[in-house]
């Protein structure tokens, strides 16, 4: 079977900085994900608890804020390999694009995976753009 | 009081698996009974050969394109029309017992409202529904039958089939005596089993609505669909050893394979195992692989689920006629899509719009008061129309988003309002493979086009005379005596298509 390899992008009227600072922290990816109800952040090593009640251990591989990248690999014995990188890209002044891309192996994990990580994009656009920053 | 409607659907059930459409393997009395009363159909077309978007279709009354589920695993939005609605805002109560597969079932975030009820969720009339209660294939998973095995009858959970393998790819695992992929020995009791639980289901709602309310109750049962499954103290109700081999599968290899290759490049591809298109078959799996005895026991587990969905029927229906309420109830009886069930020497399904995926079971009980007499249609019918039915049937005008109209009662009430042409679709795109397909069914003909994807530049096509050639053996796309048919059909086909939804909703699950 091939890797299983997907990606969504999202544009929001946001800076990427201002983006990066919540997208960036592994420690808040529960206030943007939907579905994933807390973690456990120690270090490079991070638990996500989801809300169907799984638990997923996660190794963070880069955490690059100068780049705007964030990558992260699961660690669950099902997964023979991982990767979610997540990058978020200025488009001007106030304006970026975010990158949520997943490859897996098995190939279908990437495709479950994936709809959580287009409805995370969906959520951060939405918080970001409540957000009381001027989008001009 | 208008008049009470139970929807009673199947799971990837093939036309010919009735008696009173030629039948031969399993005993449907109880279909057979509600054809011999009513209205049967002899060519009702799904809008899709998977479950998702046909499903979305038969809620909503639109073809895949306008409702935007255009392949397993996209989501149908919660607020997308539905029938259900309608008639629960007309008054009636409604249900929904058994699978709706409306939303994905693969949902570790827990994201779909169908995933959650059996947790405590309300169900606060989801899609129209005051009642939700949803069964799928096992034991897995959150849905209220699975929390049922698991918390009630734990010691059998393990016994059903793993549909899905260590990779979450269908699995291709055989079993039975033949090795048959997908086909398992399950000691189940009867009684515990999902058919029987839907129908213990329905019963007990319908007993908690009074004879005076209207309802509408859509019964949708798992089987006939893979895994084969079914409790294995009714296996020997068929010896798959007595079967004949199904029509449509030439037991030379060398004439079978002759006219898969008459067929589009992905029909041989498939078959020899170099292409998966989707991921609603066994992506292990080879179909050259599949032997005739593979065929006959398939056939005969098929046959068994098809036994029990209507034995179980028929209680629902004598719990009806127990209250003497039964002659005031229409029925209407059908499933999603079909099962390729050896054809070709292929099963499961896939982007093949052949009779075995796409000839249907639809039966049509009017109740008493609506005087209809027994008839049999001939005129090509889809899913479509089921919704725009059941309107009519409650004295409901026909929403305008609705694109089908009520099924015909006979021939020539079809021909009166025009029933000429279904059209059917396939989109998919998944792990790198593209599949477009666009079909008309029209009279004797049915024709497909293939819009450019991974095995298609655009001009491949099939067309076959449904009289003529009723396995759809000899594909007519290139022959020069067939030109001018094959020109009107694609002419009706592009002018009847509706205008698909864009940009296409998101792929969220494989299934």
Redesign the interface.
Known sequence: ??L?SIR?EIVIERSASTVWELAGDAGRLHEWF???VSLDLDGTKRTIH???G?SMPEDIVINDALARRFEYSISLP?FVFHRGTIDVISMGENRCMVVYACEAD????A??I???C??ALQELKRQMELSTEAAN | MARKILFITTDQQRYDTLRCNGGTVARTPVADRLAAEGVRYERAVPQSVVCMPSRSTIITGQSPSTHGVWMNGVPLPVDAPSVAEVLHEAGYRTALIGKPHFEPFLDPFNAFAENRFAGGEPVNGHRGFDHFIAATHGAAGSLAYSRFIQSEHPEVAGGFYPVLDGELEVNAMGGGETGMPQLWTNPIPKEWYHTDWCADQAITWLNGVSEEEDFFLWLSFPDPHHPQDVPSSELGRINWRDLDLPAAYPEDRLVREAILDAKPAHWRAWYDGTLVSNYEAPAKWVPATLTPDQIREFTAYNAIACELIGEAIGRVIASLEARGIADDVDIVFSTDHGDLGGDFGLAFKGPYHVDGLMRLPLIWRPSRSADIAPSVVTSPVGLIDLAPTFCAIAGIPVPQWMEGKPLPISDDDAEARKFERVLTEWDSELFGVAMHLRTITRGDWVLTTYLPGTTANGTEGELYNLVEDPNQFVNLWDDPASASMRTDLLDDLWAHQPKQLMPLRTLVAPV
């Open positions: 079977m091939t299983g969504h939907p579905g994933i989801l809300a169907g799984l099902i098995p190939r279908t994990m495709l479950i994936s709809g959580g287009y409805r």
